[in-house]
T-cell receptor
Framework: DADVTQTPRNRITKTGKRIMLECSQTKGHDRMYWYRQDPGLGLRLIYYSFDVKDINKGEISDGYSVSRQAQAKFSLSLESAIPNQTALYFC????????????FGPGTRLTVL | KQEVTQIPAALSVPEGENLVLNCSFTDSAIYNLQWFRQDPGKGLTSLLLIQSSQREQTSGRLNASLDKSSGRSTLYIAASQPGDSATYLCAVRRKSNSGYALNFGKGTSLLVTP
């Protein structure tokens, strides 16, 4: 079984809809992250969480919110999706015990029409 | 803001060649640098992580070096194989008073032909 899982893997939605992307991990890591990847722009950090009670904005948090429901679960929400949020979204985890190496999920491809 | 640049953007080599991928960054105040591999339609797989106090790391046919003072890292792949075909990304974790900061390059797309 994969250590970091993301659901759904693919999603097509319409402008204005609320969308939630979910991430679960079995690695036991405290740190979790959400990134988006766009062609020509690389990966950019949206939000990160260093433990259940810690939530921090990343480079591009506008239009997104997150919830850390448990050590193993970190969800990303788009309250009102817009077309320029079409991208590949990745969840990642890390732990200081492993020198903060980042471990990525398989990604969610989101299309906003 | 940390700028991370990877050169070349794309590379095609015949099987068996040794090759070098380059990564440069503008701010030398870093915690670590990590190299990843990304296969089409899939997530990123960590290959090597170099702490700021280290000069290089090795794993199998891969060797990554770090020269913090010049803002450069290289990923050396020995005896390339078709299975090495993928996009290779470097990411720099920089020291920041405003929180966690991890900056990615745009990647080098590698094709190893049989």
């Amino acid at each position: 079984d994969a250590d970091v899982t993301q659901t759904p893997r693919n999603r097509i939605t319409k402008t204005g809809k609320r969308i939630m992307l979910e991430c679960s991990q079995t690695k036991g890591h405290d740190r979790m992250y959400w990134y988006r990847q766009d062609p020509g722009l690389g990966l950019r950090l949206i939000y990160y969480s260093f433990d259940v009670k810690d939530i921090n904005k990343g480079e591009i948090s506008d239009g997104y919110s997150v919830s850390r429901q448990a050590q193993a679960k970190f969800s990303l929400s788009l309250e009102s999706a817009i077309p320029n949020q079409t991208a590949l979204y990745f969840c990642a985890t890390s732990d200081l015990d492993t020198t903060d190496t980042q471990y990525f999920g398989p990604g969610t491809r989101l299309t906003v029409l | 803001k940390q700028e991370v640049t990877q050169i070349p953007a794309a590379l095609s080599v015949p099987e068996g060649e040794n090759l070098v991928l380059n990564c440069s960054f503008t701010d030398s105040a870093i915690y670590n640098l990590q190299w990843f591999r990304q296969d089409p339609g899939k997530g990123l797989t960590s290959l090597l992580l170099i702490q700021s106090s280290q000069r290089e790391q090795t794993s199998g046919r891969l060797n990554a070096s770090l020269d913090k003072s010049s803002g450069r890292s290289t990923l050396y792949i020995a005896a390339s194989q078709p299975g090495d075909s993928a996009t290779y990304l470097c990411a720099v974790r920089r020291k920041s008073n405003s929180g966690y900061a991890l900056n990615f390059g745009k990647g080098t797309s590698l094709l190893v032909t049989p």
